[in-house]
């Protein structure tokens, strides 16, 4: 099955720096890859997410990034602010697969 | 505004005792799934439901089942509990109709931390 590795598994930053999670995957038939931030306490929410046949996407401060021939996609914050301190998720789907990597604890200093 | 909620937050129960977790959905989506939540292991599937009384094994299905009588509601049933199973269970649900029903967008139900003694 699919086997999403991500890294880093905590990342520290101050305020306004950028902060860049990694993630790969196995399944080169997945053609979808989300991101779910999760605040603590709090439920998975979606942030952003990106198909197979787009190569980038950006929503303000975050963007998405996916290189498909290396099997790998990565998730931009910029100018971090305290309030993106949170545990970040990503996955990667297929049809038939829904894996999702063990998340990254962002914490963004004042 | 999709609104997922779940029967509890918290929930103590002893090993061997049966435990059911209800999750239920107000924006009549087809697909509804209950994962669980461990520190380091992220979020793992335990079973999928893309329509009433249909279900799909997920990555960790073992000593779980699952009940969809109605569309709105998706039950996780844990059998005879273990202290294996002490997690935070969280539910999702997503709109469905697609052919790719995993990608659709999903919404989190706040979750249930089970704590089995």
């Known amino acids: 099955g699919e086997n999403v590795e991500q890294h880093p598994s905590t990342l520290s930053v101050q305020e306004g720096d950028s902060a860049v999670i990694k993630c790969t995957y196995s399944d080169s038939a997945s053609n979808y890859f989300p991101w779910y931030k999760q605040e603590l306490g709090k439920r998975p929410q979606l942030i952003i997410d990106?198909?197979?046949?787009?190569g980038e996407k950006k929503d303000q401060r975050i963007a998405v990034t996916l290189n498909k021939t290396a099997k790998h996609f990565s998730l931009h914050i910029t100018e971090t602010q305290p309030e993106d301190s949170a545990v970040y998720f990503c996955a990667a789907i297929g049809y038939s697969t829904l894996t999702f990597g063990k998340g990254t604890m962002l914490l963004v200093s004042p | 505004d999709v609104k997922v909620t779940q029967s509890s937050r918290y929930l103590v129960k002893r090993t061997g005792e049966k435990v059911f977790l209800e999750c239920v959905q107000d924006m009549d989506h087809e697909n509804m799934f209950w994962y669980r939540q461990d520190p380091g292991l992220g979020l793992r599937l335990i079973y999928f439901s893309y329509d009433v009384k249909m279900k799909e094994k997920g990555d960790i299905p073992e000593g779980y089942s699952v009940s969809r009588e109605k569309k709105e509601r998706f039950s996780l049933i844990l059998e005879s509990a273990s202290t294996n199973q002490t997690s935070m269970y969280l539910c999702?649900?997503?709109?469905?109709?697609?052919?790719?029903?995993?990608?659709?967008?999903?919404?989190f139900g706040p979750g249930t931390r089970l704590t089995v003694l």
């Open positions: 990106i198909r197979s046949n787009v």
């Open positions: 999702a649900s997503s709109f469905g109709g697609s052919s790719q029903p995993y990608t659709d967008t999903q919404y």
